[in-house]
């Protein structure tokens, strides 16, 4: 693993292959690791794998903010505008002007961010399985709860849970074993997964960025993924630069892990473009 710095703290990432540099920004509680069956099937890119602070080899640091999810009023945030700063503290320690952008699930909620605040180092942007909605108001007490579970008894139960229910049921059945893949790269710490979840339950409403994104977008919705629904990545599709849309219908949440070979495979036709 390679190491920058942003904002005092020491993250990671790796990189492979050359050509078109592209960005992959990973779900959480998943690492880098996550796409790497996905940049094995992608040929001509330079493949830019972070880890996301608080993820893998990524310190989480000790100046987040604390206070914006008032369910939780002590618990610190690690929001998308910090982890949007880090991935522009990226391009910058690998002297980047521009690359092309794919996220998955939390991945893309920083992409949109990204958008926001330099939409001239991007020259696309791949959303898997992610969306610009915020987090539904009925999903906050949720997220309360495994805040106050993890602190009162760790992550594994939780942990245990999502592997299960963010892979689609076809996966599941088609490869029981991976299942316990993705459950072996859970593993950020308690204090990191606070973290996330009040970020996730503060996160912005970025419907209305969406009417000014100028770049090239590709979406690519899994059907059975019930946390990212496909009706909510249509939203996608009214992208003044264009957006190329795919609904993989037996996939999951989990879709660039479930389905590496076709998700490479659309992602390599959109790239020829850019």
Same mark, same amino acid.
């Given at each position: 693993m390679k190491t920058y710095e942003s904002d005092g703290s020491q993250l990671s990432f790796e990189e492979s292959g050359t050509g078109l540099p592209v960005v992959f920004l990973h779900p959480t509680p998943l690492d880098h690791d996550y796409w790497r069956p996905l940049t094995e099937n992608l040929a001509g890119v330079r493949a830019i794998l972070p880890d996301l602070r608080g993820h893998g080899e990524s310190e989480l640091g000790t100046n987040l903010p604390v206070g914006a999810f008032r369910a939780v009023a002590d618990a610190p945030v690690l929001g998308v505008g910090q982890m949007a700063t880090d991935i522009l503290a990226l391009l910058n320690h690998l002297e980047l002007a521009d690359a092309v952008f794919a996220g998955c699930s939390v991945g893309g909620y920083v992409l949109l961010e990204l958008w926001r605040r330099a939409p001239e180092r991007i020259r696309g942007l791949a959303f898997i399985c992610s969306k610009a909605q915020p987090d539904a108001e009925a999903n906050l007490p949720r997220r309360f709860s495994m805040i106050e579970a993890a602190r009162a008894e760790g992550t594994r139960e939780i942990f245990d849970e999502m592997a299960v229910t963010l892979i689609g049921n076809t996966a599941r059945f088609r490869r029981p074993a991976i299942v316990g893949e993705l459950r072996a790269?859970?593993?950020?710490?308690?204090?990191? /997964? $606070?973290?996330?979840?009040?970020?996730?339950?503060?996160?912005?409403? +970025?419907?209305?960025?969406? +009417?000014?994104?100028?770049?090239?977008?590709?979406?690519?919705?899994?059907?059975? @993924? #019930? !946390?990212?629904?496909?009706?909510?990545?249509?939203? /996608?599709?009214?992208?003044? !630069? !264009?957006?190329? /849309? #795919? *609904? *993989?219908? @037996?996939?999951? #949440?989990?879709?660039?892990?479930?389905?590496?070979?076709? $998700?490479? +495979? *659309?992602?390599? @036709?959109?790239?020829?473009?850019?």
């Amino acid at each position: 693993m390679k190491t920058y710095e942003s904002d005092g703290s020491q993250l990671s990432f790796e990189e492979s292959g050359t050509g078109l540099p592209v960005v992959f920004l990973h779900p959480t509680p998943l690492d880098h690791d996550y796409w790497r069956p996905l940049t094995e099937n992608l040929a001509g890119v330079r493949a830019i794998l972070p880890d996301l602070r608080g993820h893998g080899e990524s310190e989480l640091g000790t100046n987040l903010p604390v206070g914006a999810f008032r369910a939780v009023a002590d618990a610190p945030v690690l929001g998308v505008g910090q982890m949007a700063t880090d991935i522009l503290a990226l391009l910058n320690h690998l002297e980047l002007a521009d690359a092309v952008f794919a996220g998955c699930s939390v991945g893309g909620y920083v992409l949109l961010e990204l958008w926001r605040r330099a939409p001239e180092r991007i020259r696309g942007l791949a959303f898997i399985c992610s969306k610009a909605q915020p987090d539904a108001e009925a999903n906050l007490p949720r997220r309360f709860s495994m805040i106050e579970a993890a602190r009162a008894e760790g992550t594994r139960e939780i942990f245990d849970e999502m592997a299960v229910t963010l892979i689609g049921n076809t996966a599941r059945f088609r490869r029981p074993a991976i299942v316990g893949e993705l459950r072996a790269r859970m593993n950020v710490s308690v204090e990191a /997964f $606070v973290a996330v979840q009040a970020g996730l339950a503060t996160r912005p409403n +970025s419907l209305p960025t969406i +009417s000014t994104i100028q770049a090239p977008v590709l979406a690519i919705a899994g059907g059975e @993924d #019930h !946390g990212v629904t496909p009706d909510e990545m249509q939203a /996608f599709q009214s992208v003044p !630069g !264009g957006c190329e /849309f #795919h *609904l *993989l219908i @037996d996939a999951g #949440h989990m879709a660039a892990y479930e389905q590496p070979e076709k $998700v490479a +495979s *659309l992602l390599a @036709d959109w790239l020829r473009y850019l």
